[in-house]
């Protein structure tokens, strides 16, 4: 079909979709994100298992192709996959499921205009849950320590960091992943990657952290590497495998999703 400009546009016609994706695609990156979980990417800093190439590379990839919804029931098709299939992967069972499966591309598929106010909630609240969550409260009364500042705010830096480019440069990311200009382009689909990998981090860390009881002082080190681990594994992966996915969809005239990247920005990156 086409717009009134004569640009053509493209959209998921599939007689059968799950939130308006073809199922054919739901299923495609559930299996690859449950086929993949047998490949370490990343090894838990605290030991216990390993982030794998399905969760690190094709979660976020299924929530900017598939959208939110789609990509967060995908997500929950190749962690209930890989959970059978790599225990190593998925430490805690079908809460990991949910954690390193379900949330991930939920995540990533969250960072469009759209759902921009959804995210000045979003963030501030998971951010805080993070921050909080077991060590201020319940703390001691879960016998953990109580933290000291600001050394406690200091390994929690990318997370304090984050919070604040979100606020401040959060929609400049967003538009400059419609500009033209290819390297524009990519700096501000890096930024918007990790201010996604962030959304997800936080509330990946503290249900860990509470349930095991996490002595302060080792989260020290864990806080602190954030950046090399997960991080920047995902958001190098992500913003390159994203980068090229997106030209070929826009250059083969494939369908679009309802509520995914395509959908939700103008990209003028010349194909």
Not at 131 to 149: F, K, L, N, Q
Not at 187 to 210: Q, T
Request: glycine share 10%; proline share 8%; charged share 10%.
């Amino acid at each position: 079909m086409s717009d009134q400009s004569g640009e053509r546009k493209f959209e998921a016609k599939s007689a059968v979709s799950i939130f308006g994706a073809p199922v054919s695609w739901v299923a495609l990156f559930g299996a690859l994100i449950g086929a993949l979980s047998i490949v370490p990417m990343a090894f838990y800093t605290s030991g216990g298992g390993f982030m794998s190439a399905g969760m690190g590379i094709f979660a976020p990839i299924s929530g900017v192709m598939l959208g939110p919804w789609a990509g967060f029931v995908a997500g929950t098709i190749g962690g209930v996959i890989g959970m059978m299939i790599s225990p190593a992967a998925y430490p805690l069972g079908f809460l990991d499921v949910l954690l390193s499966g379900s949330f991930m591309p939920l995540a990533w598929g969250l960072f469009t205009p759209k759902y921009y106010k959804w995210l000045l909630f979003l963030m501030p609240v998971n951010f805080l849950l993070y921050y909080i969550v077991p060590y201020y409260w319940p703390g001691e009364a879960i016998g953990v320590s109580t933290p000291t500042e600001p050394a406690y705010a200091l390994s929690r830096n990318f997370s304090v960091i984050m919070i604040i480019v979100f606020f401040i440069f959060g929609k400049r990311f967003m538009n400059m992943m419609e500009s033209p200009n290819v390297r524009t382009h990519i700096i501000g689909m890096g930024g918007v990657m990790m201010m996604a990998c962030a959304l997800w981090d936080w509330p990946w860390v503290w249900p860990y952290a509470l349930l095991f009881k996490m002595p302060l002082e080792p989260t020290y080190v864990t806080g602190y590497l954030t950046w090399v681990n997960p991080v920047l594994p995902v958001v190098i992966a992500g913003t390159a495998i994203a980068y090229f996915l997106l030209k070929a969809a826009r250059k083969g005239n494939l369908k679009v999703v309802k509520d995914s990247w395509l959908d939700a920005y103008d990209f003028q990156v010349p194909v």
